[in-house]
């Protein structure tokens, strides 16, 4: 069993950044892919960004590709997704997955995911 638990979420003006956060419990950490998603209300939930184990390759939607960054520290055992330039329509509850998939093409499917975090709001607002 893994929880996630994400924090970093706020408002902030359009422009702006933001560095969201998921520490995750359990000793594999650096076993797992991990993703982020995101849900604006009245919305499904959609790929954000996914970082995969060992190497390490990302893969980014690409309506924040160039503006956000995802990245972990294995140490730590919590992923990052550093969030600049925001627009209004990155509002959204952000959530952070963990798959136990060894394989899988970009990672950028819920399916791929088997443990997700509670959430956290980012709104962009001027």
């Known amino acids: 069993q893994v929880r996630l638990v994400e924090s970093g979420g706020g408002s902030v003006q359009p422009g702006g950044s933001l560095r969201l956060a998921c520490a995750a419990s359990g000793r594999t950490f650096s076993s797992y892919s991990m993703g982020w998603f995101r849900q604006a209300p009245g919305k499904e939930r959609d790929f954000v960004a996914s970082?995969?184990?060992?190497?390490?390759?990302?893969y980014y939607a690409d309506s924040v590709q160039g503006r956000f960054t995802i990245s972990r520290d294995n140490a730590k055992n919590a992923v990052y997704l550093q969030m600049n330039s925001l627009k209004p329509e990155d509002t959204a509850v952000y959530y952070c997955?963990?798959?136990?998939?060894?394989?899988?093409?970009?990672?950028?499917?819920?399916?791929?995911?088997?443990?997700w975090g509670q959430g956290t709001q980012v709104t962009v607002s001027s």
């Open positions: 970082l995969r184990w060992g190497g390490g390759r990302t």
């Open positions: 997955a963990a798959s136990t998939k060894l394989l899988a093409t970009n990672y950028d499917r819920s399916y791929d995911y088997t443990y």
